[in-house]
C-alpha cells in the first residue's frame, strides 16, 4: 500500500513514483515564500511549466512546499504534473 508522503492518505500505488503526493496535497503547493503555484505542461506533448497563481508570472523551478514540507515537481511519464516529496531532507 503506498501513501501520500504528506496527509498520509492512501494513494495508487507507483513503482516509478514512490514518494509522490496526492491530488488534493498537490493543489497546496507554494513557493518558498508561500505563493500558491499552478503546474502544467508546456504543450499537449508534455514539458514541465509552473507560474504563480496569483500574477500569472512563470515560476522557474521546480521547488515548491506543501505544509512547509520541501516538494519537487516535474512532468509526469503519462502526461500532467507529478509532485513528490524529497526523501531525506
Ligand atoms: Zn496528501
Do not use: W
Not at 1 to 13: A, L, N, R, S
Not at 33 to 57: C, P
Amino acid at each position: 500500500m503506498q501513501t501520500c508522503p504528506i496527509c498520509y492518505k492512501t494513494v495508487e500505488p507507483s513503482e516509478r513514483y514512490p514518494h509522490y503526493v496526492c491530488s488534493d496535497c498537490a493543489k497546496l503547493a507554494k513557493s518558498q515564500d508561500g505563493r500558491a503555484l499552478i503546474f502544467f505542461n508546456e504543450s499537449i506533448s508534455g514539458g514541465y511549466a509552473a507560474k504563480y497563481a496569483d500574477t500569472g508570472e512563470s515560476y522557474n523551478s521546480h521547488d515548491c512546499y506543501i505544509h512547509a514540507v520541501k516538494c519537487y515537481a516535474d512532468e509526469h511519464r503519462f502526461g500532467g504534473i507529478v509532485i513528490m516529496k524529497i526523501e531525506n531532507q
